[in-house]
């Protein structure tokens, strides 16, 4: 291969990647924003690119929009043994162990990426298995959210069998974006990007995965090495296969502090959570020499740094309303450098850590930054114990009320972190010693131990406001309500409605209808003039004119999003009253449940929402101001496909592209899903002879394989 061409193939990967972002922005502001920002021409001849790259390179990533993938729901995630163990790794807070540690060898320095770890199975050149990590030994399937991932290789140029380790991660804009949207449906909000990726990953529902943005990055691989004597070449063969591979770096024993270093300062910067680096040989063949002790490998070390602790004088205790009822307490104190930033508040999560703490005005405390980040109340030096818990609440001087908040379901929770006291049997009697050199992969546990005192932020006593009627709760749902989504009320900030709500001038979601009444109320408002007055009405009245489903989203009812606001809308013709009628019914369940991916939580939920007589009279009250638009047409005349799911894999002949056939299967009323299960009508596929997975798990299950061409004749019989 000349240098050329090697060149070629190492940047593929990357040309993709540029290619599917273009290509999803486009169609992004195409699809939600009504804008076109390339001609279809410009459109196909990027979308053609990359479908000859594809070709090429072998590569389909998971979030091409060629390889549109169905989503997948499953009743229960099965249990899987890993093939090779997954084991976790000895770590130092000493960076003079790192030297000693590497010898005369050469080694690499990894991030210690702090998400869920996984294991992968590829066969033929096709993703065919995701397993968490589970105990180690045996892992949970979760191949239909992988499949969703954003940067997952579905299809990779080596046709061998191999496995690939690495990390499943969330990003901190993304955490946030989700954490908030999450909050407006009025469910419990995630800790941090490690809790939010893995309650995705395990989701039964491929759809939420979908949404969530996770990403993968590779950390190492076996079985498919080759030749290859070097991690580091592993990672770069990993790369070439389509894998974003985990940021990595040479070391000896005389540049690693300073490498360590290195890594510390874009600490700030990166967009994923880690929590320390890894250290590991080079060499395959040394690192395999080694063997391991009962517990861990002894090719690899993780390194964390020390916290950087600071003392400081606490001032006072912040109590939060927000819109779930919860009110969470904040510890204000005077202002510290930790980590070449200034600080002065930290969170205090729930009552029993503040109270664990023995915290009050006055104490003197040290704090810290979790993984770097995130501020922390470390230890009270002092322990006055004085700070009281409000018995009312802040916002609405409601009466108070703690409760004991359990942890998110408890097979749910971090099972990415070790079990204390968990060994692996890493040799067994008789059978060779497993290289653990392939194991790449650390992690440790949920629980931080301060001063002494073990602590989990997940479970405790929280304090809540259960008034319905609490400001706090009223203004999120109120800002939920004219969201983007929503009602889309341009320039009705959290600020503006905060104003209209302390002046009386609002008090539910019809008043923002009626300003008009208030003209001269609102002008004396402080920082209200008349233009943005003027401005607030033209953008109240054009949201009048508003498409059912974002009107039922924006009532914020529990459970229901966007997405599901428009299957119930299409499923009642787009009828408000069918829709109350069907959720205030005695068979709600039964009338639900005809809903594609409606479950009992969310018909128990529009149950619960419509059956309240409260709920009722402010939705008719908001409605009278509305225009509901008409329901849209449906694009083609047919269903004739109607109920029906298919799979398409090879190539297609007919039809313009794969998608194109899709495009047209869903315009007949049928689905399009990526991989054959039991409900798969028929696997479309013009190879009879292939022997791909999908058409082996076809015969299994003896679902009939089509080609194009009988699938055109079939659906001429079906139109007649
Ligand atoms: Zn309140």
Redesign the pocket.
Known sequence: MTDRQHEKIQNAPIKMRELIAQLDTASRAYYQEDREIMSDLEYDALYDELTRLEAETGIRLANSPTQKVGYEVVSALTKAPHDIPMLSLDKTKDIGALADFLGVHEGLLVWKLDGLALALRYENGRLIRALTRGNGQIGEDVTHNAKVFMNLPLAVPFLGDFSVWGEALITYADFEAINASIAANGEQEYKNPRNLCSGTVRQLNSEIAAGRRVFFYALGAAGAEGDIKKKSARLSWLSAQGFDVVEHEHVTAQTVAQTVEAFKEKIPTLPIATDGLVLTFDDIAHSESLGATSKFPRDSLAFKWADEISETNLLSIEWN?SRT?L?NPVAIFEPVEIEGSVVSRASLHNVSILRGLELGAGDRITVYKANMIIPQVAENLTRSNTAEIPAV??????K?EITVQRAPAKEQKDENKDENNVTFPIVTKGSKPIDCSRIEHILDDNTEVLGGQARNDEEGEVLT?P?PA????LIQSLVHFVGRDGLNIEGMSEQTLEKLLTHGLISNYSDLFTLDRHEAAILSIDGFGRRLYEKLLAAVEKAKDIALPNFIYALGIRHVGLAGAKLLCDHYSHDFAQIAAACQGDDYQQSLAEIKGFGDAIAHSLHAYFINPANMEIASATLAHLKIQAAPEKTASGQSLEGMTFVITGDVRIYANRKALQAYIESQGGRVTGSVTAKTSYLINNDATSVSSKNKKAALLGVPVITEEEFVEHNRVAMM
Do not use: V
């Not at 609490?470 to 709760?473: D, H, I, Q, R």
């Open positions: 309303p009822g009110i609440c802040p916002s609405c001087g409601g108070t406001c008034n609490c400001s706090a709760k």
